[in-house]
């Protein structure tokens, strides 16, 4: 049984790459996957890999939190996903090496008209900054994008840190958060994954 969050989540990266193999692009986004199977059969699940972004953090002392489905790997769904969403707090002061991880590693990001913008510090500071890198797509989220009655800063604030045998630190949002943001978006995907994540064992995810 698999149960170190970032061993899980490397083991759902490797059979949705396996699971993707086969097909070919087909141009569909994080932005074009539909309500109830979510990203896995888009395009970013095609080498699917989100560790070279996460090394980057971390290399770079970024605190990006993991949110969406890579959370949800990591407490133990066994549902798969082909992107990487992100929440970290707008601070323009931690702009600067939020960028130099984009940066390092060739990332590409966009507006909210889809046009490419350089990774600057202050192109980050928008609520939310659509971004495709080798291996991993999704969107890169600040306390500002409209929550509804979410508290986000709290969310960012109750996050867990997943160490792995080399070092790497992967910071991702409790269980207990990632609930209440399924439950509040409300699609049938977000849905049935809120179930999931209710009745798996408690763990150290909260």
């Known amino acids: 049984m698999i149960d170190e969050p970032l ?11 396996e699971l993707a193999r086969d097909r070919t692009a087909i141009g569909l986004g994080p932005e074009d996957a539909d309500d ?16 070279p972004l996460l090394e980057a953090f971390h290399r770079n002392g970024v ?19 082909g992107d990487l969403d992100l929440l970290w707090d707008g601070a ?15 990332a590409r990001l966009t507006d909210e008209s889809g046009t490419l913008v350089a990774p600057r510090p202050d192109a980050l500071l ?11 797509s999704g ?27 080399g070092g790497l630190e992967v910071h991702y949002v409790c269980r207990r958060d990632l609930i209440r943001m399924r439950r509040a978006l ?10 999931e994540l209710d009745s798996l064992p408690a763990t150290g995810g909260r």
């Open 7 to 17: 061993e899980r989540l490397r083991t759902a990266a490797r059979r949705t790459r």
């Open 36 to 51: 109830v199977l979510g990203t896995i059969n888009t395009d970013g699940a095609l080498g699917f890999d989100p560790f």
């Open 63 to 81: 605190r990006a939190v993991v949110i969406g489905q890579v959370a949800g790997i990591m407490h133990g769904s066994a549902e798969l996903t």
């Open 92 to 106: 323009p002061a931690h702009a600067p090496a939020l960028a130099a991880a984009f940066d390092s590693v060739g």
């Open 126 to 136: 928008r609520p939310k900054v659509p971004f495709t890198s080798p291996g991993a």
């Open 139 to 165: 969107d890169c989220c600040t306390p500002a994008l409209p929550w509804g009655t979410l508290p986000v800063r709290e969310l960012l604030d109750r996050a867990i840190t997943a160490v792995d045998p």
């Open 186 to 195: 409300g699609r049938p995907k977000d849905l049935r994954r809120a179930d």
